[in-house]
């Protein structure tokens, strides 16, 4: 009977291929709706000028800040603005990395340490970074080192409390196992807290590379000769809207940049995890 | 008791050995864990710890690892008071405890790396070594790729390859499945039994046939507060097969150590 019926239909007929899903769409789904809300965001942009809603006087069109903005890469007027800016931002993160994880693995791992510090901790840890602006130019004037102490105090905060934390989190008996082997302090710290604890480390970094730009902005519109906020501050004062946003611009396009590259280095120094944890 | 002369030939001597914890009720109260704790282990001997849940089996090992502190009595490894780790000890973990970052050579090698032996003989001797525990197909998977009787191997080999003089064991099949664990409890033996020179091995399980497939002599110990409280020799001829496991000495040794157990708790007789 089962024969008879199967007989009955032409083949054909009887297997459905699926429809195979179109291969382009798939490979570049995230960028085609990515790219359909940057226009959308680019047209309400130029919409609302357009319309006369706002005053190009305070927003400028999308044109007119690439236009701005091309032209002050190719008259070098941007680069000498965003290369020094560069500079502090990656000193300072640096410096704060550093000294966040050398001091987040020592509190971390020395109760007393952490006992002592803790208080100071808790007074430091979110006060204002706008209000000690004032007291890192008192003590450092408005060059380089004010600028880049301010990156490091607002850099050096989200690290150290981070990497307190995670090495708290780091698995007793892989310290015990490694002591076992043989190993020593450095070993340990190095071998085996920082790989451990890296991991969890990334969010305070993350966290900190975001800062870092925002910090030096506002430590470069208290005054200096160069610098992206410097930039901007001084289209302001000539009313220069177009420059002003392509000096914004240059600042989006660095945390773009910088988000990236924070990826791509939490992709790299965590791989041993990938089919471990469910990124 | 204390004043006697220290046997000189036992590789490990345990005297009188208190350990006590605080009360985790912050009341002042104590907590005796071991309590008169006496064990002797002679050079090249296997001896297995046998005893209920939470009689502090693991707690003497990490006291002999030099791990934990001990509240009373002497703990001697050569002659000599542990005092902190003592790196001649090798230890395997319940729980694995493997680098999960590191391959599992590289595991391997860690103990070697610690010692400052050069990259090229180091590679050569943890590749051996896994070849010895038949994992060199999987020397270059991470842990989270290998299947817990794998780990568990890496975690032998680990501590086989730098080649300590003691090697304590925290049972380490106890999470595996019967077959696998009879045939690593073959292996284990298979490793020891062929050694240069026989290593000193301290075994903690809750398996009666494990202790007795494995072991020269049993250690079995009370319930709290914990101390050694029967020896049991296994005479079992060497180098023992699963055949040994149906012997009938095998039986006869199997019924006598539940006897002594029973009398502790009532944990049963067999794998558990
Ligand atoms: N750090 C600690 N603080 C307080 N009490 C502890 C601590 N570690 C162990 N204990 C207690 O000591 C006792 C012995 O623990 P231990 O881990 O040595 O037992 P065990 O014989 O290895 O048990 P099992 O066979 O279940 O592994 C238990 O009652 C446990 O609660
Ligand atoms: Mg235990």
Redesign the pocket.
Known sequence: MATATTEAVPAEVAIRRPKRPNAFLVKYDRYLYGAAGLLGFLALWWLVINRGLIDSLYLATPQDTVKAFLSGLADGSIPADAGPSIQRAVIGFSLALVAGIVLGILVGSIPAFGKFAEPVLLFFRNLSLLALLPVFVAFLGIDEESKIAIVVWACFWPIFINAVGAVGGVERILINSARTLGAGRLYIFTQVVLPAALPSFFPGIRLAAANAFTALVAAELVGGAQGLGIYINNASYRMQTPQIYAGILTLGLLGVLVNALMAGAERYLTRWQRGLTTR | MSAQVLNRTAKIEARNVA?I??D?HADGGF?T?LEDFDLDLRSGEFVSLL????????????ILAGLETYDGGDVLVDGRHVEGVNSDVGVVF?SYALFPWLTAQKNVEAGLKIRGVPRAERRERAAEVLRTVGLSAAANRLPHQLSGGMRQRVAIARVLAYEPEILVF??PFAALDAQTREFLQGELLRIWESGRTRKTVLF?T?SIDEAIFLSDRIAV?TQ?P?RVKDHIEVDLPRPRTSQSRSSTGFARIRAQVARILEEEVHIGNGDD
Do not use: I, R, W
Request: proline share 8%; with cysteine.
């Open positions: 350990k914890y605080p985790a907590h864990v005893g209920p849940s939470g009689c502090g089996k693991s707690t003497f090992l990490n319940q925290d049972e903690v809750h110990m709290s914990g």
